[in-house]
Nanobody, 121 residues
Framework: QVQLVESGGGLVQAGESLSVSCVASGVIYTIGAMGWYRQAAGKQRELVATITGGHSAEYADAVKGRFTISRDNAKKTVYLEMNSLKAEDTAVYYC???????????????WGQGTLVTVSS
């Protein structure tokens, strides 16, 4: 069974840095685009960053220049390094996988359980 397991997150002061990571567990042959979304209290979930299997990355305007997404295909892991954090970055951060191939099937639109990032001002 495939799962996305996130780690990292926590409480930091504004201006500090934090990293979160997400590993896809289970027997997996290939993974397509991976990414991070976030959802602040009372707001809709929004895209933070995505990265293709070829390591091409895109970012939301709100995080450009501050956040860096990366992935390790061998480890089936996607990372999000967050620098110069602001109070408005406070949210639950969700890992996302567009598609992946297992021995039995191709799965689409997988989500992690979410990890809370709190930035105090």
């Amino acid at each position: 069974q495939v799962q996305l397991v996130e780690s990292g997150g926590g409480l930091v002061q504004a201006g500090e840095s934090l990293s979160v990571s997400c590993v896809a567990s289970g027997v997996i042959y290939t993974i397509g685009a991976m990414g991070w979304y976030r959802q602040a209290a009372g707001k809709q979930r929004e895209l933070v960053a995505t990265i293709t299997g070829g390591h091409s990355a895109e970012y939301a305007d709100a995080v450009k220049g501050r956040f860096t997404i990366s992935r390790d295909n061998a480890k089936k892991t996607v990372y999000l390094e967050m620098n110069s954090l602001k109070a408005e970055d406070t949210a639950v951060y969700y890992c996302y996988v567009e598609s992946l191939v297992t021995p039995r099937s191709r799965l689409r639109d997988l989500w992690g359980q979410g990890t809370l990032v709190t930035v105090s001002s």
